[in-house]
Nanobody
Framework: VQLVESGGGLVHPGGSLRLSCGAS????????TAWFRQAPGKERDFVAA????????IYEDSVKGRFTISRDSAKTTMFLQMDSLKPEDTAVYYCAAGNRVINSAIRYSSAYDYWGQGTEVTVSS
């Protein structure tokens, strides 16, 4: 399974970006999928996730109402729509997937088996 992110870049505060994560070697059917981010000098933090059953999305508190996680109908691509971006959203964003992730562990990076290479998002005026 390989994951490839795209869509990062430089955006002004208040702007929007849409990140994509494409899967090869599998579809996301029966996989939990998530976005994490890592700011310089900080740990990798949970951003948003969809469970294996693709039920209600789960968000970290600081991105609720601004970010939207979704998957396409073919279940080969995951998206993160990021609106109302703030400077504190600046980070490298990683997508992750796992078919053994239980819902109680969905916010933990150690629960995921597959990772993308990351895409950099910079929010600055």
């Amino acid at each position: 399974v390989q994951l490839v992110e795209s869509g990062g870049g430089l955006v002004h505060p208040g702007g929007s970006l849409r990140l994509s994560c494409g899967a090869s070697g599998t579809t996301f059917r029966n996989y939990a999928t998530a976005w994490f981010r890592q700011a310089p000098g900080k740990e990798r933090d949970f951003v948003a996730a969809l469970t294996r059953s693709a039920g209600a999305p789960i968000y970290e508190d600081s991105v609720k109402g601004r970010f939207t996680i979704s998957r396409d109908s073919a279940k080969t691509t995951m998206f993160l729509q990021m609106d109302s971006l703030k400077p504190e959203d600046t980070a490298v964003y990683y997508c992750a997937a796992g078919n053994r992730v239980i819902n109680s562990a969905i916010r933990y990076s150690s629960a995921y088996d597959y990772w993308g290479q990351g895409t950099e998002v910079t929010v600055s005026s």
